[in-house]
């Protein structure tokens, strides 16, 4: 118990530094004066500076030093994009998790079938959704479920506010680094929070679709930790677990995996043992 809670005040002091470091695109420490943050537009219809969130992307200039905002017009943009490692500061912002999505279909390889991938440091979003459209519609595509990922987050210090991740198997991979997502809805039935991120989860909807699994229970995580000393795991502080079907609230991907669930609501959907361990017994 004692190492669970070490690992959440550590985890807790990390993101205040996020948090701290988030405001500087609001104020300047020195002058108190709102700074502003430079934007590039994007909208379908031709009115921004680019129709597709890949090209405003690519127009971030490398190894940036200065956030730079896209604002992304409501609307379904049909496009895999990805934050390469060498652009940082970005921040995505759309109108609405409901208004502005990202949607693209595709499976298997899970490091290429991703609609967003961002490699990145320093890199934020809110208000829009991330689709991985393979599995859909549920039941009725036709298709056998296959891992197919609507987004991966491997930089460090990367922060989502009010975005939404949906698939049905291995719809968020938190790969690596330091994440924090707040208020965000994140759907799937499979291993669909996985990975070896250090990250908190904040308030977030956790939509489960295990329905879809005829009669097979599902699982929220699968994370990977690997070894006794890695810092790395998932905390969710004051979320909501819900859906349809039934599903563990995870299996360890890796020996060490390292999950939390604090002061959350989880409703009759989750099966009494809570845990499935999968192949690794040896640390549960």
Known sequence: MLSYRLFIYVLAA???VLASGNAALRRNPRTSKVMICPSIFVDPSGKGNFTTIQAAINSVPSYNKRWICIRIKSGVYREQITIPFDKPFIYLKGEGKRKTSVVWDAHDSIATSATFTSQAD???????????????PL???GKPMRPAVAAMIEGDKSAFFRCGFIGLQDTLWDASGRHYFKLCTIQG??????????????????????????????????QGRSEANETNGFVFKECNI????KTFLGRPWRDYARVLFYNSSMSDIVVPQGWDP???????
């Open 14 to 16: 990390v993101f205040l």
């Open 122 to 136: 320093n890199i934020m979003a809110k208000s829009l959704t991330f689709i991985n459209s393979h599995n859909y």
């Open 139 to 141: 039941n009725g595509s």
């Open 189 to 222: 039935a499979v291993d669909f929070i996985f990975g070896s991120g250090q990250s908190l989860y904040e308030r977030c909807s956790i939509s489960v679709v295990a329905g879809a699994l005829n009669g097979v229970a599902g699982y929220i995580t699968a």
């Open 242 to 245: 819900f859906g349809n079907g």
């Open 278 to 284: 999968w192949f690794s017994t040896a640390h549960l």
